[in-house]
């Protein structure tokens, strides 16, 4: 074989090889969303998933790190979350009991190409009293087994933080309110008489953001005859 015949191949196989150098592509962010929504917003100490769709041209394994300004990803109780994945994966986030705006910046590479794929994301953390409310039938009929249930399941929290409840009463015979700390106590009316009580929901959150709000509620129990007894 001459020695310009093996300079030609030479040549091309560098070429070649040069080719296949330049076709190393860089990842790509496909997808990025929560399932919160595009604009998410939650209450304090909530998750929130999101879920990373990328393509790589090389089908190389890629990394991952994410970086919180607050909150912590529950996969490893920090701010910062960094792994391996390959064209899907989903992580979770926990809000801060802190309110405000917190970022999250999310960086992608395949480690051969000199592109990092980016992008970011916004998550609101708010704090809304909640609203109390008690939806009970306020006229019964007395007898000597009367039993009444109270019901404030109806509450609500605009946040969705979850609530606690706490029954007292105002007026009225003195009774015994069974689960005064669930959201339907009971109570054994004692005789013909109005009786009010006030239900307070609280969003705590690990302890922390005692936001309340109080609602008042009076029933009224009729002897036969349709008397009303004094407080």
């Known amino acids: 074989m001459s020695t310009r015949l093996i300079l030609v191949l030479g040549c091309l196989v560098l070429l070649a090889g040069c080719s296949l ?3 190393q592509g860089p990842p790509e962010l496909l997808d990025l969303k929560t399932d919160r929504g595009s604009d998410p917003s939650v209450g304090r100490g ?3 998933k999101i879920t990373i769709v990328t393509d790589d041209p090389d089908n190389d394994e890629l990394d991952f790190r994410w970086i919180a300004s607050g909150g912590i990803f529950t996969g490893t109780q920090r701010d910062t979350f960094v792994d ?11 809000a801060p009991v802190v309110t405000g705006v917190y970022e999250l910046f ?13 992008s970011s994301l916004r998550i609101a953390v708010t704090q809304a009293p909640p609203t109390a409310l008690v939806t009970v039938d306020p006229f019964f009929a007395y007898n000597d087994s009367l039993k009444i ?33 669930s959201a339907s106590p009971s109570f054994v009316a004692l005789a013909p008489a ?6 307070r929901v609280a969003d705590f959150v690990d302890g922390e953001g005692d936001s309340s709000n109080v609602v008042q509620v009076q029933l009224r129990v009729n002897d036969r005859g349709g008397i009303v007894a004094g407080p």
């Open 194 to 199: 109005d009786y009010v009580f006030a239900l």
């Open 106 to 118: 999310l960086e992608i590479s395949d480690g051969k190409s000199e592109t990092v794929a980016s």
């Open 84 to 94: 391996l994945f390959q064209d899907s994966v989903s992580v979770t986030w926990k």
């Open 21 to 23: 150098v330049d076709r």
């Open 149 to 181: 249930v109270l019901d404030g399941t109806g509450s609500v929290d605009p946040d969705g933080d979850a609530l606690t409840d706490d029954w007292q009463q105002l007026s009225g015979p003195t009774v015994a309110l069974e689960n005064n700390e």
């Open 46 to 48: 909530q998750q929130v």
